[in-house]
C-alpha cells in the first residue's frame, strides 16, 4: 500500500498547475512540474495545498464513496434498485466482489489523501523561508493538519468503531500516518491514535488562529499577503471554525458528552458572532421558478465544504441517470419517507424543504433526491460542492448529548433552532414527532433528524453507527430500514494490510 500511494502521491503534484482548484491551479503550460520547482516558490505550495483538495475529491473519497454513494447507501433509506452492486452494499456484503475492490480502493484513496498531505507538511517545515509571510505558513500548516486529522477520522471510523467506550481504547485501529517515508506505519490502539489525532486538531486550531474567517485578519496582511485572493472563500477549505467542528465530532465519538455539547456550543458562537455562516431562506426556496437558482446543499450554511469539479457527472450516473448507461438510480424509498423520516400524515414533515416539500421529488414510484443538483446553467455558486461540515451538525451534537442525557429542554432547543430554517411552521418536534413522545425514543427522534438534515453527506452514517445500540426501540420506522441500519457493520481492512499483519478489532 504505501508503495502505491507514495507513487500516486508524486503524481498528484507533477500533475499539480494542471488541475483546477478555485481556479487556483488552472493550466499555463503542457508539461509537467518536477518536485523541486513546485517547493521553491509560494504558488507552488499554494499549488500543492490545491493539490490536496483534489485529491480528497476523487470519486473513491469525499467526490463520492466516502459521501453520498456508498456510505449513502449502506445505511440510508434507498429503495432496491436491479443493480447487483447496490442490493450487495443495502445488504451489508463487504465481501462481495462487486463491493470489495471499492472498499480497497476507499481505504487507497484516504491514504493517498494523507501521503500528499503530510508531503506539503515536510516541505513546508523543511523550507520556511518561501512561505516568508509567518501568518500564511501558520495557515497552510494548520490546514493540512486539520485535514490529515479529519480524513484519518472519517478512515477510523469506516473501518472500526464508531463509538468509542471506556473497554475499545485498547483495541487496535487504521494507522495513523504522520510522515512521508518509505517506512510503514505501525498500527496503534485507539488511545494512542486518538492522541496523534487530537494532537494534530489541537495544533492546528492554535495556527489557524488568524484565519480570514475569523473576520479579524488585518487590513494590512489582507492587502498583502492575501493580494492574490488565494485566502478568500475560507468556507471552501479547511478552517479554524472546521477543526473547532471536528473536534466536537471527535468528543462525541469518545462519549465525552458533555465537552462534545460544550464544543458545539463554542463553534456556533464564535461562528455566529463571525458571521461564518448563513441560514437558507426556505420560504425563498420553495418559491424559486427554476431549479439552476435553489441553494441545494445549503452552501451559505457550510462551515466546509470540497469543491469536486466531476460532480456532476458522476451525479448523473448514479443519482439522475442522464447519460443513457442504464446505470441504476440511486432514489430514496417511497415507502420509507411516508413512514419514518417524512411521515406525510404529518404537517410539519409536508413543510420540510428537506423533504417532498422540496428536496425530494417524485419519480416514478420513488423520490429523487435534488441535494447534489447540477447542470451547465446552474448557479456558479453553488455548483460542485459537497458539504464537509455544516453549522447544523453543531445543534444535532447538542440534541444528541441531550438526549442521552434526557435533558428535554436543551435537546427541543436545538433541534427547533435548525426545524425553523427548515420551512417548519412549527418547528418545535415535541408536538409533531411521535418520537418525541416518550425519553425512551429521543434518540430515535434525533436519529430521524439526522437523516433529515444530512442526506448525502456521510453524517448520517456514522450517526447511524453510532446510535442503533443506544436506541433500539425504533418508533414509526420502517422495518426493512430499521433492520439496514442495525446490522451496519465497519468495512473490512483490505486483503494486502491483513497480509502485512494489520488486525481489526471491533
Not at 113 to 140: C, F, G, H, T
Not at 232 to 253: E, Q, S
Not at 255 to 276: C, K, M
Not at 416 to 429: A, K, L
Request: net charge negative; with cysteine; aromatic share 14%.
Amino acid at each position: 500500500m504505501i508503495k502505491t500511494i507514495k507513487k500516486l502521491a508524486f503524481l498528484l503534484f507533477a500533475l499539480a498547475a494542471l488541475q483546477s482548484c478555485n481556479k487556483w491551479l488552472e493550466a499555463t503550460s503542457s508539461t509537467q512540474v518536477s518536485d523541486a520547482t513546485l517547493f521553491s516558490s509560494r504558488s507552488g505550495f499554494q499549488d500543492a495545498l490545491c493539490g490536496v483538495y483534489i485529491s480528497m475529491g476523487v470519486d473513491w473519497e469525499y467526490g463520492a464513496t466516502w459521501t453520498w454513494f456508498v456510505n449513502e447507501l449502506a445505511y440510508g433509506p434507498y429503495a432496491q434498485q436491479f443493480s447487483p452492486m447496490f442490493t450487495a452494499i443495502q445488504n451489508h456484503e463487504w465481501e462481495n466482489n462487486l463491493v470489495n475492490p471499492t472498499i480497497e480502493h476507499m481505504w487507497l484513496a484516504g491514504y493517498y489523501s494523507i501521503a500528499n498531505i503530510n508531503k506539503v507538511l515536510y516541505e513546508l517545515d523543511a523550507k520556511p523561508e518561501v512561505v516568508s509571510d509567518r501568518i500564511e505558513w501558520n495557515l497552510m500548516k494548520g490546514e493540512l493538519m486539520a485535514l490529515r486529522a479529519y480524513i484519518h477520522f472519517d478512515l477510523l471510523r469506516m473501518f472500526g468503531l464508531a463509538q468509542l467506550m471506556e473497554e475499545d481504547y485498547d483495541k487496535y485501529t487504521v494507522p495513523y500516518v504522520t510522515t512521508y517515508d518509505k517506512e510503514p506505519t505501525p498500527q496503534r490502539t485507539y488511545r494512542e491514535t486518538l492522541a496523534l489525532l487530537e494532537g494534530d486538531l489541537n495544533a492546528a486550531i492554535e495556527l489557524l488562529a488568524d484565519d480570514p474567517v475569523r473576520g479579524n485578519a488585518s487590513d494590512a496582511w489582507m492587502a498583502n499577503a492575501n493580494a492574490d485572493g488565494f485566502w478568500d472563500a475560507r468556507d471552501k477549505r479547511m478552517n479554524y471554525f472546521a477543526a473547532k467542528a471536528l473536534k466536537a465530532r471527535v468528543l462525541l465519538f469518545r462519549s465525552d458528552l458533555d465537552a462534545a455539547a460544550a464544543a458545539a456550543q463554542n463553534v456556533i458562537d464564535e461562528a455566529t458572532a463571525a458571521a461564518a455562516y448563513k441560514w437558507i431562506d426556505a420560504d425563498a426556496m420553495t418559491k424559486a421558478t427554476s431549479n439552476d437558482e435553489i441553494d441545494w446543499t445549503f452552501s451559505s450554511e457550510q462551515l466546509f465544504s470540497l469543491e469536486v469539479t466531476g460532480l456532476q457527472s458522476m451525479t448523473d450516473l448514479y443519482i439522475f441517470n442522464t447519460l443513457g448507461s442504464g446505470s441504476s438510480s440511486i432514489l430514496v424509498d417511497k415507502n420509507v419517507v411516508d413512514v419514518s423520516p417524512y411521515n406525510l400524515a404529518s404537517i410539519a414533515s409536508a413543510e420540510d424543504v428537506r423533504g417532498p416539500a422540496l428536496m425530494l421529488k417524485f419519480f416514478g414510484n420513488q423520490y429523487r433526491s435534488y441535494k447534489y443538483y447540477s447542470n451547465s446553467s446552474y448557479y456558479a455558486g453553488y455548483r460542485n460542492r459537497v458539504p464537509m461540515i455544516k453549522i447544523s451538525e453543531m445543534y444535532l451534537i447538542i440534541a444528541e448529548v441531550a438526549a442521552e442525557k434526557q435533558d428535554q429542554e436543551s435537546m427541543l432547543q436545538a433541534l427547533t433552532e435548525v426545524r425553523s430554517h427548515r420551512g417548519i411552521q412549527d418547528p418545535s418536534p415535541v408536538n409533531t414527532d411521535p418520537n418525541f413522545v416518550s425519553p425512551n425514543y429521543w434518540l430515535s427522534g434525533v436519529m430521524m433528524e439526522y437523516v433529515r438534515e444530512f442526506q448525502g453527506e456521510s453524517v448520517g452514517y456514522y450517526a447511524a453507527r453510532r446510535l442503533p445500540r443506544k436506541a433500539r426501540a425504533w418508533l414509526n420506522m420502517d422495518n426493512d430500514w430499521l433492520f439496514r441500519i442495525t446490522s451496519l457493520t465497519p468495512y473490512p481492512y483490505p486483503t494486502d494490510e491483513l497480509s502485512y499483519g494489520r488486525h481489526q478489532d471491533l
